[in-house]
């Protein structure tokens, strides 16, 4: 599993085939779920699916570019992170990331923002990237205030909002 950088409790990687039952049993966890509906999988085929693409976005260094978080101490997929181009803007992305219940708490989520949000910088030139935020999700909130993103304004009617409560959208300048 090719490793493309760390932190003090994660090792940011590509996807492994390997990965695919943890991805999608993750993905099902209710929190999961509540925050980001539109994540989830049908089944482990489509797990696999989506690691085979992930795969060749980040072996072509395309976007999406999306990776796996893996906990240092035991090893265990725990959770993604990712960006994706904002569509018709050139030089800005949008970060994603989830970690996973058994892992929350422990402050993983801040880290590997902080991480990424360097990373995507570095590697990819990007001179803005935004954090987008379902209404209610304080949790994601305070993860990207904590890393410097400040918020930006209010989004309706996104087609990544089934439930059309609204999204808080964040933004990071480099």
């Not at 402050?107 to 995507?120: I, N, Q, S």
């Not at 949790?139 to 990207?144: F, I, N, Q, Y």
Request: overall charge negative; glycine content about 8%; some cysteine.
């Amino acid at each position: 599993m090719e490793k493309i950088f760390e932190t003090e409790h994660l090792v940011i990687r590509k996807f492994s085939d390997e990965d695919a039952k943890a991805l999608y049993e993750n993905h099902l966890e209710e929190e999961v779920k509540q925050w980001i509906p539109n994540e989830s999988y049908a089944d482990l085929n489509e797990a696999k699916d989506a690691i085979g693409f992930f795969l060749d976005c980040v072996n072509q260094e395309n976007l999406p570019y999306v990776l796996a978080v893996e906990e240092k101490k035991t090893k265990e997929l725990i959770g993604d992170t990712g960006i994706n181009e904002v569509e018709g803007r050139s030089g800005e992305v949008e970060i994603g990331y989830t970690i996973c219940k058994r892992a929350s708490g422990k402050g993983y989520a801040t880290e590997l923002v902080k991480a990424m949000t360097e990373f995507a910088f570095s590697k990819f030139g990007v001179e803005v990237i935004y954090g987008r935020v379902m209404h209610g999700n304080q949790a994601s909130v305070r993860v990207l205030e904590k890393n410097g993103y400040t918020y930006e304004k209010e989004e309706f009617g996104a087609e990544d909002d089934p439930y059309n409560n609204g999204m808080w959208i964040y933004k990071i300048q480099r």
